[in-house]
């Protein structure tokens, strides 16, 4: 330090003396420092009525929140090992892990003919975080043992409790695949296929599925998937025909059937595991703005 920066009007040996001991103290200062507290988990605003739906009990967004703030830790603690790739990536992760538990007619396709024709039969999917990738052991240890720290700072079962919720969700998941893989019953076939008819549409096998209507479609892979003009037309049509059939609102009742016998299957798991969740959510809480 040249006599030009002096802001101290001392001299350089005085000056000297003081950075010393300016040095000191912020040594003996961070050696009796505290490690800083977990990241806060960012709890949504619960409204206050009850489940409109049988899944509603399950707690997604919960799940969500935790495992934000987990990795929020994670990355701190992955930037101070030398590897602050994922920390600089934050803010990118996906979040409503468990969203699509949340059935409406939207589920089973477009809500209007005019939606029907924008998408096809596309599915609009979300843009995908950019991917991080690494061959090193050394990296991937540090993951490892960054994770298990994060976790463990919520408590020693967190990551545990964490996984069993996780799975759960799964098997909720699971349980409404028949709504969404089964063939449409010919009380509902019937006229779905006769509509088309009328409309230009028909189906070479006789069935009530998209693929037998000779109409080409999208690139499956393309973001955003863009139908061809036959495929518009198909969409935009049978979106009204199911819709008259009733179709859709079959697909939405059974789905909720299915929630409330499996809700009722899976009790247990979800009486012992939801306040479990809702307790490692609350241990250090930042409300959002909801």
């Known amino acids: 330090m040249s006599a030009s920066d002096n802001g101290y009007g001392c001299s350089w040996s005085s000056r000297s003396r003081l950075w010393l001991l300016l040095v000191l103290a912020c040594l003996?200062?961070?050696?009796?420092?505290?490690?800083?507290p977990p990241a806060a988990?960012?709890?949504?605003?619960?409204?206050?009525?009850a489940p409109s739906q049988p899944y509603d009990v399950f707690r997604g967004d919960l799940l969500d929140a935790i495992a934000a703030a987990v990795r929020v830790d994670r990355d701190h603690c992955l930037a101070e090992a030398g590897y602050p790739e994922l920390q600089q990536a934050?803010?990118?992760?996906?979040?409503?892990?468990?969203?699509?538990?949340?059935v409406s007619t939207s589920s089973f396709g477009a809500t209007s003919a005019a939606e029907a024709r924008r998408r096809g039969f596309g599915r609009e999917l979300?843009?995908?975080?950019?991917?991080?990738?690494?061959?090193?052991?050394?990296?991937?240890?540090?993951?490892?043992?960054?994770?298990q720290e994060a976790n463990a700072r919520r408590g020693p079962d967190?990551?545990?409790?964490?996984?069993r919720y996780y799975d759960l969700g799964n098997q909720l998941r699971m349980a409404l695949r028949p709504v969404y893989a089964d063939a449409m019953p010919a009380r509902f076939a019937?006229?779905?296929l006769a509509c088309l008819q009328g409309k230009g549409f028909t189906s070479t096998d006789k069935t009530a599925d998209i693929r037998t209507f000779g109409v080409a479609f999208g690139r499956p892979d393309a973001r955003p998937y863009v139908p061809t003009a036959q495929e518009s037309d198909l969409a935009a049509a049978w979106h009204d025909c199911t819709t008259a059939a009733g179709w859709t609102r079959y697909q939405l009742d059974r789905a909720l059937a299915l929630e409330a016998s499996t809700v009722r299957r899976l009790k247990p798991q979800l009486d012992e595991l939801t306040p479990a969740i809702e307790s490692l959510a609350h241990k250090a809480v930042t409300p959002s703005a909801g």
């Open 190 to 192: 019937v006229p779905v």
């Open 126 to 147: 979300p843009a995908e975080p950019p991917a991080i990738r690494s061959t090193s052991q050394k990296f991937s240890d540090a993951v490892d043992r960054c994770t």
């Open 158 to 163: 967190a990551m545990d409790v964490q996984s």
């Open 90 to 102: 934050a803010g990118r992760q996906r979040s409503g892990t468990f969203d699509d538990l949340r």
């Open 41 to 49: 988990v960012v709890v949504p605003t619960p409204t206050v009525q």
């Open 28 to 36: 003996v200062s961070a050696c009796m420092a505290s490690p800083p």
